[in-house]
């Protein structure tokens, strides 16, 4: 069995299909006293390479930023990340996913 420090780098760094991950982290609680894992710019940046790639959908993006959003046991450093997970988390509410969006996230994440 995987540990769940193991399973979180998986899904911020969406090394597997979300849906595999999150059923492996089911059998964790969701309370978390301390992040586990923390998300960077460097694991943001290369999911986001991954988008400007074309090997993740529009969609695919938003779920991953779904997954990551309210976990406890996941940290964000620096503290933006987490404005930009709930931006791409929430496109009804902020704006839609599009390449140029994601690139003006890298050339924010780069200052």
Same mark, same amino acid.
């Given at each position: 069995?995987?540990?769940? +420090?193991? %399973?979180?780098?998986? &899904?911020?760094?969406?090394? +597997?299909?979300?849906?595999? *991950?999150?059923? @492996? &982290? ?21 999911? /986001?390479?991954?988008? &400007?790639?074309?090997? *993740? ?7 991953? =930023?779904? =997954?990551?959003?309210?976990? @406890?046991? %996941? ?7 987490? @404005?930009?997970? /709930?931006?791409? =988390?929430?496109? %009804? ?8 969006? %994601?690139?003006?996230?890298? =050339?924010? &994440?780069?200052?």
């Amino acid at each position: 069995m995987r540990t769940r +420090k193991e %399973i979180l780098t998986d &899904l911020i760094l969406y090394r +597997k299909e979300l849906g595999t *991950i999150q059923e @492996e &982290l089911s059998i964790f609680a969701w309370d978390c006293n301390t992040p586990i894992v923390i998300l960077t710019n460097t694991e943001i940046k290369e999911v /986001f390479e991954n988008y &400007l790639n074309d090997n *993740i959908s529009n969609e695919e993006l938003e779920d991953w =930023a779904n =997954a990551i959003e309210m976990r @406890e046991d %996941i940290g964000f450093d620096p503290d933006k990340i987490k @404005e930009i997970i /709930f931006n791409i =988390a929430n496109p %009804i509410l902020t704006e839609s996913i599009s390449k140029e969006k %994601i690139e003006l996230y890298i =050339a924010n &994440l780069n200052n």
